[in-house]
């Protein structure tokens, strides 16, 4: 029995480095009147890298992070007693902690915040505060402002710290239009032996037993059409990405958008979408990676010729943080709303919130915690949490503890890239991570994936943990249907259990930090929960 993990996980730069400190009376001076020791505390909460930054700019936009900060694994382990006591129904008690969660998260920051709002509305007449907005997810604001405004805001013994809007990039795939179709790249890889050639003939009779009988070689390889026989096909279940965004008018996402109602007519949008970058109101990707991971979740077209998808019954919502590129605060913003969809009235609606996410993106290697929070409360309001491994860069260039955060938080759910002949990619991260811990998890394929991308049409040879890891989320979905009651820590179980163990001559035992504890098995999990 795999041990399930404590709610605690991490993911960019530099953040970790900054600790704690003297609580002192708040000082509302010019930055000529401060004293000894508020420059004392100054110096110790606010990060050396915003002085840089302030010698180049009057105003600087930063992170102001407060020390009140909710245990979101406490809140929600009593509100399941609770719902366990009132013997609620599984669904009712899953909805009872997520708002209990989320309440608890909003209570508190409107409470230890209000001082801090206080004085920044003052400033923001002043002139200067440029702009402010608020967090709940994390207590904390993105203020841009004068030197002078940060100067006072670490006086305040509210503030815990105050860091830097980091800019952080999109995971880089490689991209070979003219791959060979991965169908006949396994009829050659496979025959090398007379085992791999007969499971390679085992898979290709299968799919073409299956109604609809397109799906794609990754996704008969982790066994998805075995389990869409059984009538499992995500329905009733919500997966969402942060990404650069969906195409909502792809063949192979259309209907499948929460947004659409029956008739095929856009209801609500604002509560099935958000755009954390450039304010659209209905989804769209200029990019293509948002809409390539998407459908690898749930894609499928509606005559059967473009079986993409792990979980083609599930629903979709997205948010788009990437353009390419994006900040703390907007990867921030894009968690948060997950958490709680706002409508147009300004309301927050957890009942809403997706019951899966995948996060194909991540930042550099080693311990940074900045994104801790966010998965924290993801796990508490019974959202799982899936991270792409990450790929090898020119700063990163893999090894041994090289995986990327925040997928090597304690509490992220990381995947890595297999190709067809189930071998760990080169590009894809190894553990372990900062914490001990075996990561990835779990693997997927993420070697020539073909999926949808802009345009209507689809493409292949797309090479990435960004692709492995919407196998994952499409997994999680799976389960999910046939089995409701799953919490987070359950389908990390289950999904873990399952896999098929892979090792080579570098892993030679499993659970390994290259493969984690294998390759997703759909069908194996899926009758894990069943039986």
């Known amino acids: 029995m795999i041990k399930s993990k404590n709610i605690k996980k991490t993911l960019s730069v530099s953040f970790t480095a900054i600790l704690a400190f003297s609580l002192i009376s708040p000082v509302y001076g010019d930055a000529s009147t401060t004293t000894a020791a508020g420059a004392s505390t100054i110096s110790a909460k606010v990060s050396a890298k915003l002085n840089q930054q302030f010698s180049e700019s009057e105003y600087v936009t930063y992170l102001v992070k407060l020390k009140d900060q909710v245990d979101t694994e406490s809140v929600a382990k009593h509100a399941f007693q609770k719902a366990s006591s009132d013997q609620i129904s599984p669904a009712a ?20 915040q209000q001082p801090v709002e206080e004085y920044l509305k003052k400033e923001v007449n002043n002139g200067g505060v440029k702009k402010y907005k608020s967090y709940f997810i994390v207590n904390a604001l993105a203020v841009t402002s004068t030197k002078e405004v940060l100067d006072n805001l670490a006086t305040l013994p509210e503030v815990d710290k105050i860091l830097p809007d980091e800019t952080r990039e999109l995971q880089k795939v490689e991209i070979y239009k003219d791959a060979q179709p991965a169908a006949e790249q396994a009829a050659v890889d496979t025959a090398a032996t007379e085992e791999n050639a007969q499971k390679s003939v085992e898979e290709s009779v299968y799919k073409d037993a299956v109604t609809p009988s397109r799906a794609e070689w990754n996704i008969s390889k982790i066994k998805a059409p075995q389990v869409w026989a059984k009538g499992i096909d995500g329905k ?19 209907r499948k958008w929460r947004g659409l109602n029956a008739s095929g007519q856009v209801v609500n949008p604002e509560l099935s979408w958000y755009d954390a970058v450039n304010g659209a109101s209905l989804p769209t990707d200029s990019n293509g990676h948002g809409t390539h991971t998407m459908g690898t979740s749930v894609g499928s077209d509606s005559n059967g010729t473009n079986e993409i998808g792990v ?27 997950l958490l709680a969809p ?21 930042g550099g290697p080693g311990l940074d915690e900045w994104y801790r929070p966010v998965t924290k409360a ?16 020119l700063s990163n260039p893999g090894g041994p503890g090289s995986v990327a955060n925040p997928a090597n938080l304690p509490e992220a759910y990381a995947t890595g890239a297999t190709d067809v002949n189930n071998k760990l990619a080169s590009f894809s991260l190894r553990g372990p991570s900062p914490y001990g811990e075996v990561k990835p998890e779990i693997s997927a394929p993420g070697v020539n994936i073909r999926s949808s991308v802009p345009g209507g049409v689809y493409e292949g040879g797309w090479n990435g943990t960004s692709m492995a890891g919407p196998h994952t989320a499409g997994l999680a979905a799976l389960l999910l249907q046939a089995k409701p009651s ?44 069943l039986n």
């Open 342 to 362: 706002v409508d147009k009235n300004g309301k927050k609606h957890p009942e809403l919130a997706p019951d899966v996410v995948n996060n194909s993106w991540g």
């Open 93 to 112: 008690a899953k909805l009872s902690v997520r708002t209990t969660v989320v309440n608890s998260l909003i209570d508190t920051a409107e409470k230890s």
């Open 378 to 393: 993801w796990r508490a309001a019974q959202i799982f949490p899936e991270f792409s491994a990450g790929n090898t860069t």
């Open 311 to 337: 979980a083609p019954g599930a629903k979709w919502i997205a948010v788009r943080v990437f353009n390419p590129s994006t900040t703390d605060s907007i990867l921030l913003d894009g968690g948060q709303w």
């Open 486 to 529: 799953l919490t987070v820590d359950q389908l990390e179980d289950v999904i873990s259990k399952t896999a098929t163990p892979l090792t080579d001559s570098q892993y030679r035992t499993s659970p390994n930090n290259g493969y984690g504890y294998g390759l997703i098995d759909a069908l194996a999990a899926v009758n894990s929960v």
């Open 236 to 254: 009733g279940v919500v997966v969402a990405n942060l990404d650069t965004g969906v195409e909502y008018t792809h063949p192979a996402l259309k």
